[in-house]
């Protein structure tokens, strides 16, 4: 069974940084493609980022410029810097396999002066 654990969310002023963390576990993590999620206040959960087990990134028009997916297969765990961070950027955040899997409990982030 896929487990998902995301953390490194909080609150953070506009125009600041995080960095966001999901460790997997119950798979094979260097051959699964993955992805980020958000979903922000009463909207439905969209898609932001991926990266590929080759370590090809795609991005969403939205954040593209401002987030960074990165992967670390040693330690099975996908990374997102996220900069310049706006406040349309409030959302819990989640991260999943392609394709989708169970999904985690996500982290929330609020951008907000």
């Known amino acids: 069974q896929v487990q998902l654990v995301e953390s490194g969310g909080g609150l953070v002023q506009p125009g600041g940084s995080l960095r966001l963390s999901c460790v997997v576990s119950?798979?094979?993590?260097?051959?699964?493609?993955m992805a980020w999620y958000r979903q922000p206040p009463g909207k439905r959960r969209e898609f932001i980022s991926r990266?590929?087990?080759?370590?090809?990134?795609l991005y969403d028009a939205s954040v593209k410029g401002r987030f960074t997916i990165s992967r670390d297969n040693a330690e099975n765990t996908v990374y997102l810097q996220m900069n310049s961070l706006k406040p349309e950027d409030t959302a819990v955040y989640y991260c999943?396999?392609?394709?989708?899997?169970?999904w985690g409990q996500g982290t929330q982030v609020t951008v907000s002066s």
């Open positions: 999943n396999s392609i394709p989708n899997g169970p």
């Open positions: 990266i590929s087990s080759s370590n090809f990134p």
């Open positions: 119950g798979t094979t993590f260097s051959n699964r493609d």
